[in-house]
C-alpha cells in the first residue's frame, strides 16, 4: 500500500509509463504459469506464427508481427524447435531467409493451448468491459506509434 502511495505522487504520464512496466513483468510471471511446456513468450510467437496461415512465415515477418528484434524471435524460435513445436529451415528461393514452420505436435495440442489463452484472457480482463478494452487499445497503438516514431 505505501509503493501506490509513492506511485501515486507521480505525474499521470510517470504513472501509466510504471503501471505498463510493472503489469508487463506480473502478466508474464501470471502466463509463464498458465502454460504446461511452453513461456508465455513462446506462446505468444507461435500465435504470431499462426497468424500467417496460407504459409510458412520468415523470422523478420514475425518479428515484426510480435514487436521483438529479429534475433529475439530467433532465439525463441530456437527453443521452440527444441521442445519440437516448429522447425527452422532455409526459404527454398532466398537461403538469407529463416521460415518458421509449425509441427504436428503444436497442431495435436493447439486445442489445448486455446483453452489456457482464453482462460488465461478471462483471468486477465475480467470486470474490464469491452469499451474499457476498446480505449487500452486505442491508447497503446498511440503509444507505440509514438515510441515508433521517437528521435532523440
Known amino acids: 500500500m505505501r509503493n501506490e502511495k509513492l506511485i501515486e505522487k507521480a505525474s499521470l504520464e510517470g504513472q501509466v509509463y ?46 515484426e508481427i510480435a514487436g521483438c528484434s529479429y534475433q529475439n524471435i530467433k532465439k525463441i524460435s530456437i527453443l521452440l524447435e527444441k521442445k519440437g ?22 497442431r495435436k495440442i493447439s486445442s489445448d493451448l486455446d483453452k489456457d489463452i482464453n482462460r488465461f484472457f478471462d483471468s486477465l480482463f475480467k470486470g474490464i468491459s469491452e469499451k474499457q478494452k476498446k480505449s487500452m487499445l486505442m491508447g497503446l497503438k498511440l503509444m507505440e506509434k509514438n515510441a515508433a516514431n521517437f528521435k532523440r
Open 18 to 63: 510504471g503501471k505498463l512496466f510493472a503489469l508487463t513483468n506480473l502478466i508474464q510471471t501470471m502466463g509463464d504459469d498458465f502454460f504446461f511446456d511452453i513461456t508465455l513468450k513462446q506462446h505468444f510467437v507461435l500465435l504470431a506464427i499462426g497468424i500467417f496461415e496460407d504459409y510458412s512465415p520468415a523470422l523478420n515477418e514475425v518479428a
Open 85 to 106: 513445436y516448429l522447425s527452422i529451415v532455409q526459404d527454398t528461393e532466398d537461403k538469407r531467409k529463416l521460415r518458421l514452420v509449425l509441427t504436428d505436435k503444436i
